[in-house]
């Protein structure tokens, strides 16, 4: 009974008790102004250039005409279309290797808004291409919006990560993958005929870049930067109490301080852990495998072939060519529903099941598909379960797979080690995406439509890799998330002292062991 009743004591002491969701508009208008900007530029330009790639390639042979005096032949041309749609990948590799130096110096936010830079810039190299007859303009300016994808990849996901309560963090990590599949629909739309994908008005889909880089450089500036950022790299502790006071839309935050020092393990002489230091961290072995493992699968998963197959698969369903750019809009539709879906879930049913789930349900899809492709000659119904396979294909990536790598990479990872933990990240992520745009039209060749049993595989060793390794990260702090890992790493976590801050302002030493063992007390008597 005595140990009961220290137990209580000590969960009084640290403020660990039920109480209602702490967040304010200003969360919320944060989160969207940050994605909009960001994450929304890149899956605009991921399917940007699909809708007029025709026109841009007479342009590439007028321009060529012009110079040489001939026609461009089809290998030269198949070259240069090829380098205009990778080179965005190439970006994106050096944009990773650019967010930590930038960030340790302007922080996570005036990181973001410094990208924009490079979005304004791309826009208008691509924008003015062809009234310039250049495409190197457009080979460069695909390039630079590469690098902007980059940085915002990893940038906005360390951002919204940080300034999340543990409540809604994955909710409002589910944001970055929700402006994605909106932007990916939305250069489906405004590729369209009737809209900006005609000969005359294809330089404008490019130009539009501009507005979303635009209201990101005046709306992020009045909110603030990442308390946690401020706290422990700045040394800024009433500036980050502000930000904390902003966020969370409340005046005493005295127990997110105190939450914040135990989970970063903060020491007066902390300072950022380089790439090479994480990677031979015995503490962060398993962490960097599952990362890598995970932004391996996003990208190799075969979301790429859907694209491929999308227009063939929807002309034998007898849907007439001219309405196809119409019915693929229902893919990108599906997209953005079912990435809302798993945020408005992922509180709930937590990133294991959705992740390990979403792979699983691909693997199953891709190989109904590859037999209904194989049949679709023997029955009039049989390309229309195809059109369902592709669309369940594309719900199941967007519920999970599509978006939680970004919040477990910032989830797995303490305030030092982020930065370093995310250009890993990033790195796999790039060159996975660059692989499947080098390798992927000679496994369709080879393969045709067995193609998608690789996929399949790949997915199938993602969901079991993460079933037996993946811990459930929901609604834990940083400090019980490294628990986890510290017993598949076979690593105690060292008893360091962390300075505690009370009500008064005075800190409290207390050992960080005995204060996750209050912590599980606390939870073990429902406190929590």
Not at 38 to 58: C, H
Not at 74 to 96: H, K, Y
Request: hydrophobic fraction near 45%.
């Amino acid at each position: 009974m005595k140990d009961s009743g220290k137990d209580e004591a000590d969960c009084k002491e640290v403020k660990v008790v039920k109480k209602k969701l702490d967040w304010s508009y200003s969360l919320i208008v944060a989160s969207l102004v940050g994605a909009f900007g960001s994450s929304f530029l890149y899956g605009y330009n991921l399917s940007v250039v699909n809708a007029p790639s025709r026109y841009i390639k007479t342009f590439y042979n007028d321009t060529w005409g012009k110079r040489q005096g001939h026609p461009i032949n089809d290998n030269t041309l198949m070259l240069l279309w090829s380098v205009t749609v990778s080179i965005f990948a190439i970006g994106g590799l050096v944009g990773t290797m650019m967010v930590t130096p930038i960030g340790k110096v302007l922080g996570r936010k005036y990181t973001l808004l410094v990208n924009n830079a490079f979005a304004i810039l791309a826009a208008l190299l691509m924008a003015c291409s062809h009234q310039a007859g250049s495409f190197e303009m457009l080979i460069l300016g695909r390039f630079i919006m590469g690098i902007d994808g980059g940085i915002a990849l990893s940038a906005l996901p360390m951002y919204l990560n940080e300034i999340s309560p543990k409540e809604i963090r994955g909710s409002l990590g589910q944001v970055t993958a929700i402006f994605i599949c909106i932007g990916v629909f939305t250069g489906q739309l405004l590729g369209l005929p009737e809209m900006l994908g005609q000969e005359s008005r294809w330089p404008y889909l490019f130009g539009v870049i501009v507005v979303p880089a635009f209201i990101q450089l005046v709306g992020l500036p009045f909110l603030p930067e990442s308390p946690r950022y401020l706290l422990f790299e700045k040394r800024d502790q009433d500036g980050a109490k502000k930000a904390f006071q902003t966020f969370l839309g409340k005046m005493d935050v005295s127990q997110e301080i105190e939450e914040a020092l135990v989970e970063s393990r903060v020491q007066r002489n902390i300072r950022l852990v380089s790439v090479w230091e994480l990677l031979t961290r015995r503490s962060a072995r398993w962490q960097i495998i599952t990362v890598i493992i995970t932004m391996a699968c996003y990208q190799l998963c075969g979301l790429n072939a859907i694209w491929f197959y999308t227009n063939s698969i929807f002309s034998t369903a007898g849907i007439p060519t001219e309405k196809i750019p119409y019915i693929t809009l229902s893919t990108g539709g599906t997209e953005i529903l079912a990435a809302i879906f798993s945020g408005l879930v992922i509180e709930r049913l937590g990133r294991r099941p959705l992740l390990v789930g979403g792979f699983g349900l691909m693997a199953l899809f891709f190989g109904i598909l590859t037999v209904t492709l194989t049949l679709q000659d023997k029955a009039p119904w049989i390309p229309y379960l195809s059109i369902i396979c592709i669309l369940s294909i594309i719900a199941s990536f967007c519920s999970g797979p599509g978006g939680i790598p970004f919040i477990l990479t910032g989830e797995f990872f303490q305030q030092t080690q982020r930065p370093a933990a995310f250009m890993i990240a990033g790195t796999v992520n790039w060159l996975s995406n660059f692989a499947v745009g080098l390798l992927f039209p000679y496994i369709v060749e080879g393969l045709k439509t067995y193609c998608f049993l690789v996929f399949a595989a790949i997915c199938i060793a993602g969901a079991t890799f993460l079933y037996f390794v993946l811990p459930e990260t929901k609604n834990k702090t940083y400090a019980e998330i490294s628990q986890e890992f510290a017993k598949r790493n076979k690593e105690n976590l060292p008893e360091e002292k962390i300075e505690q801050v009370g009500d008064n302002g005075q800190a409290n030493g207390k050992s960080e062991l005995e204060f996750s063992s209050t912590l599980n007390n606390c939870i073990q008597n429902k406190i929590i």
